[in-house]
């Protein structure tokens, strides 16, 4: 398997104000990661693949000055809600893509719960 | 049709019986197939990757794959309450940049 982190795994803030969230890829180098949004008992929702040293591609309908994705190394990517409003509450899930013997494996993290009031 | 389907259930079996589950892809050219388990609050979990027809067996469970069909499933025996969970299929698009796509997971109820 692998190992991928999320910080914080919860944040509560408040309307207006923005939001930085982390993902590590701890044992393997992702050269791509992915953002993923769900609401409950709702679909995983793709945001953006985030491809390091390059700027991210954002899935149609998703705001990308309001959700700006950051993929500085190859270990790490930064997803920063903008000016967040309640409707942004919701649970945000990064995943990092590992090369493995026949293509790749995606390997999530354990989430960020988002509130914002 | 969608990309990638499967039913949403639940799928209800007894303790130590075996759960079949399943799903159906559109894409003819897809390479890549896995299924993740999420239980309910948490982040999906990678259980199975398979990449060339037929089964592909790791302890108990048994993933399948028919490319002619665009059929792939996943077998868990000896099912345990703590299987309880959704389960979702993905399959890795052989269009463009290649990500997963999702089914909407199908939720599993093992009871004791």
């Known amino acids: 398997g692998a190992v991928v982190s999320q910080h914080p795994s919860w944040v509560i803030c408040k309307s207006g104000t923005s939001v930085k969230i982390e993902c590590r890829s701890l044992d393997f180098q992702a050269t791509t990661m992915f953002w993923y949004r769900q609401f409950p008992k709702q679909s995983l929702m793709l945001m953006a693949t985030?491809?390091?040293?390059?700027?991210?591609?954002?899935e149609q309908g998703v705001e990308k000055d309001k959700f700006l994705i950051n993929h500085a190394s190859l270990t790490l990517s930064t997803l920063t809600v903008t000016s967040a409003h309640p409707e942004d509450s919701s649970f945000y899930i990064c995943?990092?893509?590992?090369?493995?013997?026949?293509?790749?494996?995606?390997?999530f993290g354990p989430g960020t719960r988002l509130t914002v009031t | 049709q969608k990309e990638v389907e499967q039913n949403s259930g639940p799928l209800s079996v007894p303790e130590g019986a075996i759960a079949s589950l399943n799903c159906t892809y559109s894409d003819r050219g897809s390479q890549s197939f896995f299924w993740y388990r999420q239980y309910s609050g948490k982040s999906p979990e990678l259980i199975m990757s398979?990449?060339?027809?037929g089964d592909k067996e790791d302890g108990r469970f048994t993933a399948q794959l028919n490319k002619a069909s665009q059929y792939v499933s996943l077998l868990i025996r000896d099912s345990q309450p703590s299987d309880s969970a959704t389960y979702l299929c993905?399959?890795?698009?052989?269009?463009?940049?290649?990500?997963?796509?999702f089914g909407t997971g199908t939720r599993l109820l093992v009871s004791p």
């Open positions: 398979i990449y060339s027809n």
């Open positions: 985030s491809n390091e040293g390059s700027k991210a591609t954002y």
């Open positions: 993905a399959v890795n698009m052989n269009t463009g940049f290649q990500k997963l796509v």
């Open positions: 995943s990092a893509r590992k090369v493995v013997s026949g293509g790749y494996e995606q390997y």
